[in-house]
Nanobody, 115 residues
Framework: VQLQASGGGLVQAGGSLTLSCAAS????????ISWYRQPPGKKRELSAV???????NYRDSVKGRFIVSRENAKNTAFLQMNSLKPEDTAVYYCNAKTQWGELFWGQGTLVTVSS
């Protein structure tokens, strides 16, 4: 099983980016998908989650700006990031936690927000 996160890049403050998390294998529909981020010099933190059933949750600092979604038919999850701030600069990771408790991580994609 592999997870591939993509879509990172350099964007100005106030701009938008959409990250993708593509999963190989047949675990995607059986998994909750989480987006984590690790700002420079800081610990990895949970940003958003979408469950197998489509329920979502967000950390307070991204609520109202980030939208997490999934397309099970494409084995892909998305993180739409709007109104980006310099403090959103981080390496963004996705993980998949299956209903059986297995955990898989993607390799990360860098998002840099310039002021």
């Amino acid at each position: 099983v592999q997870l591939q996160a993509s879509g990172g890049g350099l964007v100005q403050a106030g701009g938008s980016l959409t990250l993708s998390c593509a999963a190989s294998g047949n675990i995607f529909v059986h998994s909750d998908i989480s987006w984590y981020r690790q700002p420079p010099g800081k610990k990895r933190e949970l940003s958003a989650v979408i469950t197998r059933g489509g329920l979502t949750n967000y950390r307070d600092s991204v609520k109202g700006r980030f939208i997490v979604s999934r397309e099970n038919a494409k084995n892909t999850a998305f993180l739409q990031m709007n109104s980006l701030k310099p403090e959103d600069t981080a390496v963004y990771y996705c993980n998949a936690k299956t209903q059986w408790g297995e955990l898989f991580w993607g390799q990360g994609t860098l998002v840099t927000v310039s002021s």
